[in-house]
Nanobody
Framework: EVQLVESGGGLVQAGGSLRLSCSAS????????LGWFRQLPGEARAGIAT???????FYAGSVVGRFTISRDNAKNVMYLEMSSLLPEDTAVYYC??????????????????WGRGTQVTVSS
């Protein structure tokens, strides 16, 4: 059974930092593109940071310079380092694994395996 589990969410003040982790079982992270996604109220779930199996990284404009995605294939763990957090970053954050599609590297459709999510709340 394939399982992805997020951890590290919580409450943080604006301007603060947080690190999310995603651990997997039943699949080898090294074989997949990986990504972090979030869904804001009234909007579709969207990618905020993804990383290809070759190590290429992609970021949504709203998080560039503030968030950093990384992976440790040997440990089957992916991370999202978040800094300078804003109240509008408040959301449930999901990790996912799937296929790298260069034309749309952050489209949720290409990610086949998903975690249940972890809540991040940023207070003003």
């Amino acid at each position: 059974e394939v399982q992805l589990v997020e951890s590290g969410g919580g409450l943080v003040q604006a301007g603060g930092s947080l690190r999310l982790s995603c651990s997997a079982s039943g699949l080898a992270f090294g074989d997949y593109a990986l990504g972090w996604f979030r869904q804001l109220p009234g909007e579709a779930r969207a990618g905020i940071a993804t990383i290809s199996s070759a190590g290429e990284t992609f970021y949504a404009g709203s998080v560039v310079g503030r968030f950093t995605i990384s992976r440790d294939n040997a440990k089957n763990v992916m991370y999202l380092e978040m800094s300078s957090l804003l109240p509008e970053d408040t959301a449930v954050y999901y990790c996912a694994a799937g296929e790298f599609v260069p034309a749309t590297p952050m489209l949720p459709l290409w990610f086949n395996f998903w975690g249940r999510g972890t809540q991040v709340t940023v207070s003003s």
